[in-house]
Each structure stands twice: as structure tokens, then as C-alpha cells.
């Protein structure tokens, strides 16, 4: 199985591009009250959603985007609603298209705070999904990536002055994943915990104990506006919609497994039924194929899993 969507992300941090900067990268949504989402186009150079909340002596930044040029035209469009402090990045795990311009942001005075295992992974196993060559020049950008200054555990709350922002650690997509929530606003930032309309990278994933996460999680914070890791702002309804494709793939590949059927002949014979229902989902050509092979080595026992 290859890792090409993650070769991809890998090549867009280091190729020259002469695609144009800026917003065409992302697009900026408020949705809330000094709330912003950037939801990113799949084609650009930003990779995964990020966004940003505005309180009464300084900003939150959550995610930073898979190349520092799309970061840096963040922190422009920030400077256009505010000139507070970046008083603290939040990486919601440690994938690349989520801190790879942490460096942006760092430079401004930004505190980077992540699950207490992001810290070492964002160099150990991002350089470990570089598809070969894995030449020095690649090495060298995962290496150089900013590092959490702050690692928590469980839960750690940050103040705005008077405005909170919670980040609370939730199991399933890589073991190191926070969930940004901000009350008054009612606005929680998933990161890579929910795929909008999109198929999800599960080469981290424990897929049970994700599914327990999406129950939790509306549990947890009830009417509410989602950003999630990739795709558009949404909604309770998406996140049911995302949880019955991770059970309904375990039900596909444990059915096929039972049969005693090769990887081979399992991937042959679910692709088509899943395109039917999950063809028109982003990164389906880019990730469908190895969900699959992913998922029938979770169940059978034989996945590297990060801590979960």
C-alpha cells in the first residue's frame, strides 16, 4: 500500500510552487462572535482547516496549515480584524497539514500548546510517513518544525482576559488529538476527529475507540457549530454521517476477513460498494484503498497504533 496523499503533503511543504499566495488557499468564515474558521481548498497549499478566536487581550490560533506561506497569509487576515497578541496556537494532533506553519506563528510571540504527546511526534513520525526517497532536503523541513511549548494531558483551559477557551483530549484519530471548544460562542474546532464529506486518513487511527468520540462528543457539547479537520463548517447531522462510514467499513472488512478472504480480494470486492456510497467524498481516489488495508490490519491485530 502507498502513502501517496501523505507524499503529497509531504511535496507541497518543500516544491517550488508558483501557485498564487493568499486566501485562495483558504477562506475565512466567522462563526461566531470573534470566532473565524479558515476552510481550506483541497488544491491549495494549506492542507487541513485551521481558525482563530479573538478575545479581550489577545488570540487563540488553531492549526497552522501544511506550509508556512498559507500561515503567513493567516496571520495577515488576523492583522486585518485585529492587532492583539497570537497568544497561543493550539495543534489539534501532530499530522503535517496541521503544524507546518507553526514557525509562523511562533516568530509572532505565540505560545504552541498540544496533547503532551504531539511534542515528539510531530518530528519522529511525520518524518516516518515520508514516502521514499526520504531525501535530507525532507528530513530537514519535518526537523525544523516549532515545537508545543506546553503539553497537557487531559484538559487545560486558556484565557483571552475574560474569554475561555477550553482544549480537551478525545481518543480515535492519531492519540495526541484536542478538541478546541469556546462556550460563549458555542463553537468547537474538531481538527482531524471529524471529516466533512471527505474520506479520512486512519493510518494513526483506532477506529473504536473514534467512533466512542463522535457519540461523545455532541454529548459533550450539544447544539453547537463544528469545524472540522477537512471539509466545510458543520453540522450534528455530519458527524453521524462520519461515524457510520468508519462502522460501516469495520462491518465491511471484518465481513470479508471472516470469509478469509486475501487483502487483495477484500479491497476488490469493497471498493466498489464503498465509491457508491463514498464516491463523491473527497480524497476518495487519494484514500479509500488504504482505509481499507488499514482497517483489516486493525482488526486483525497487526497495526502499529501510536498511544491511544
Not at 2 to 28: K, M, Q, S, Y
Not at 40 to 69: L, R, S
Request: glycine residues 10%; hydrophobic residues 45%; proline residues 5%.
Amino acid at each position: 500500500m502507498t502513502r501517496g496523499w501523505i507524499a503529497f503533503l509531504v511535496a507541497g511543504i518543500i516544491a517550488c510552487r508558483n501557485a498564487p499566495a493568499g486566501t485562495g488557499d483558504f477562506v475565512l468564515q466567522k462563526i461566531g462572535d470573534g470566532v473565524w474558521a479558515a476552510i481550506v481548498n483541497d488544491q491549495g497549499k494549506a492542507g487541513g482547516n485551521a481558525g482563530f478566536v479573538v478575545g479581550d487581550d489577545g488570540v487563540v490560533v488553531i492549526d497552522t496549515f501544511q506550509d508556512p506561506e498559507p500561515a503567513a497569509d493567516l496571520l495577515a487576515e488576523i492583522r486585518k480584524i485585529t492587532n492583539l497578541p497570537i497568544r497561543f496556537v493550539v495543534n489539534t494532533h501532530y499530522h503535517l497539514d496541521h503544524v507546518n506553519g507553526n514557525d509562523v506563528f511562533a516568530a509572532a510571540g505565540a505560545v504552541i500548546v498540544a496533547h503532551k504527546n504531539v511534542r515528539a511526534w510531530i518530528r519522529s513520525e511525520n518524518t516516518k510517513m515520508i514516502d521514499p526517497p526520504v531525501t535530507p532536503e525532507k528530513k530537514a523541513r519535518v526537523q525544523s518544525i516549532a515545537l508545543p511549548n506546553v503539553g497537557y494531558d487531559a484538559n487545560v483551559d486558556l484565557y483571552l482576559g475574560a474569554r475561555r477557551v477550553n482544549v480537551r483530549y478525545y481518543p480515535g484519530h492519531t492519540g495526541g488529538d484536542s478538541v478546541v471548544w469556546v462556550p460563549d460562542a458555542r463553537v468547537v474546532f474538531c481538527g482531524d476527529l471529524l471529516w466533512k464529506d471527505h474520506i479520512p486518513n486512519l493510518i494513526d487511527a483506532s477506529t473504536p475507540a473514534w467512533i466512542r468520540t463522535l457519540d461523545a462528543m455532541p454529548a459533550d457539547y450539544g447544539a453547537s457549530t463544528w469545524v472540522p479537520g477537512h471539509g466545510g463548517v458543520a453540522k450534528a447531522e455530519d458527524i453521524a454521517t462520519f461515524k457510520k462510514y468508519l462502522v460501516d467499513l469495520r462491518g465491511k472488512v471484518a465481513a470479508e476477513q471472516a470469509q478469509g478472504k486475501s487483502p487483495d480480494a477484500l479491497t476488490r470486492d469493497i471498493l466498489p460498494d464503498l465509491k457508491s456510497n463514498y464516491g463523491n467524498w473527497g480524497f476518495f481516489d487519494d484514500l479509500a484503498s488504504a482505509n481499507l488495508s488499514d482497517m483489516a490490519q486493525e482488526l486483525a491485530g497487526t497495526k502499529r497504533l501510536l498511544a491511544h
